[in-house]
């Protein structure tokens, strides 16, 4: 098969070389993308005079017709004709003849790949935006159906303080909600037309690039089109991003692994979200969220690939470029499916609230509190503290909670104790105590939950 650059050659390429340089078996993912950019640019070129009229028509319904064998999987793709781009220019050819060739007029690889590349980046963050908006729904769900919950708050995966479950859940919706945000601020940098900078310096074509931006819905053009052919930068953006989504995931998949453990039993994950042992009959585990939670170490590393793919490349276009796809690719999958996955996931959960009242019983999460009554009471903080440790100590060295001590006990360590310290040992007082701004009192997680909704539905 000759190849669309092959005039200059006088000896074939080597097969070793031909499958050293393909990237059609992946890039091909990209074809409606191609497809849609080079209906846009022979519309151009026939509306500019360029070509003809009768020319781009006939180019435009040879697209529409390939686009068509592609859905239907009728196409075949061949590795020796290199990439996405020389496949489908190839197939015009074959199907319309002679002027299936004048696409390419005014046009580079390199501004088409990067168009392409565009459009699907564009594609793929509408579609993250809106997979995390529904895993934002699930949490809010399951948050309010859970609010007269109180768990424990961790610190150091210590017993820390009582705090609502909903507030603990809530925490995530504000990690995705900046997440989102990050995504809908990089779309703008996005989505600007490569197409019209050719192969890296512009053409002497009288194209019109910003009509072909209009119907790509394109915002802008590139100002400088060496730029254009050259950066990624927007890829690495958008790795970086989707780095941060899996580690907010695998945070929460790390919480649900530990939760649903025999040994804290605060929650169950459905049948159908775990898998069981070929060996240990009894054993249930949470291998989805394992994996959401692995997952996030092929997602960094893609991001480490790509900025190294970049480094110290000379302007403009060079093929160590092409490696980008792999690695935006399955970023894209990768995030997708875990937000797909945990929003399922979320829904399988079953909560065992006598485990967590238990375990409210457990680490002396009440001592911040006994300090504070000591501190609205007059004494500084740093000597309530002094003192509450003190009484820790001799409740751990008498096997008692803290509210099992007597009146008489307390009195031996500060004369300012009195019988309304017991209402300060409920986790109940204790949430609702916690009422400054964005505290886990029943009054703060209602009304965030009110916000959440309301950011849910905007
Ligand atoms: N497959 C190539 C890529 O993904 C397309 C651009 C090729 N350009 C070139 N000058 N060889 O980067």
Request: charged share 25%; net charge neutral.
């Amino acid at each position: 098969m000759s190849k669309q650059w092959g005039g200059r050659f006088e000896e074939k390429t080597d097969p070793v070389v031909e499958a050293f340089t393909a990237s059609v078996h992946y890039d091909s993912r990209l074809a409606m993308y191609d497809i849609q950019a080079s209906i846009a640019h022979a519309r151009m070129l026939g509306r500019q005079r360029i070509i003809s009229q009768k020319d781009a028509q006939k180019i435009v319904q040879g697209l529409e017709c390939i686009r068509k064998e592609i859905e239907q999987g009728k196409f075949v793709w061949n590795p020796s004709l290199e990439d996405v781009h020389t496949n489908i220019e190839h197939a015009l050819i074959q199907k319309i003849g002679e002027c299936g060739k004048k696409l390419h007029t005014a046009r580079s690889r390199n501004d088409q790949v990067a168009t392409d590349v565009r459009l699907w980046t564009r594609a793929q963050i509408d579609t993250i935006i809106d997979l995390i908006t529904q895993f934002q729904g699930v949490l809010v769900e399951f948050a309010e159906a859970h609010l007269d919950i109180i768990t424990p708050g961790f610190t150091h995966l210590q017993p820390a303080q009582p705090v609502l479950l909903a507030h603990h859940i809530l925490a995530y919706f504000e990690m995705f909600q900046r997440d989102k945000m990050r995504f809908k601020e990089l779309r703008p940098r996005v989505n600007i037309l490569p197409l019209g900078a050719t192969a890296l310096a512009g053409t002497p074509h009288p194209i019109d690039p910003y009509y072909v931006a209009e119907q790509l819905g394109f915002e802008q053009l590139c100002a400088n089109s060496m730029d254009a052919v050259s950066d990624r930068d927007f890829l690495i953006e958008f790795c970086s991003y989707s780095a941060l989504i899996m580690m907010h995931l695998s945070r929460w998949c790390e919480e649900l692994i530990i939760w649903s453990s025999p040994l804290f039993g605060f929650i169950g994950i459905g049948d159908a979200f775990t898998t069981g042992s070929s060996i240990m009959p009894q054993k249930k585990n949470p291998d989805v969220a394992e994996l959401v939670r692995g997952k996030s170490g092929r997602v960094y590393g893609h991001l480490i690939a790509l900025l190294t793919v970049m480094k110290s490349l000379p302007l403009t276009y060079n093929r160590d470029m092409q490696e980008d796809k792999e690695v935006v690719f399955d970023t894209a999958d990768t995030v997708e499916n875990s937000l797909i996955v945990c929003t399922k996931m979320v829904s399988s959960i079953r909560v065992n609230q006598e485990n967590i009242q238990r375990a409210l019983d457990l680490g002396y999460m009440e001592a911040t509190d006994l300090a504070d009554y000591l501190v609205e009471r007059g004494v500084s903080f740093r000597e309530a503290h002094s003192i509450i440790g003190k009484i820790v100590l001799y409740a751990i060295k008498n096997k008692k909670h803290l509210r099992e001590l007597s009146m008489d006990e307390y009195k031996s360590f500060s004369s300012l104790f009195d019988k309304d310290v017991f209402t300060i040992l409920q986790p109940t007082t204790i949430v609702k105590r916690r009422n400054s701004p964005g505290g886990t009192s029943p009054y703060w997680v209602k009304k965030a939950l009110l916000k959440a909704k309301k950011q849910l539905i905007k």
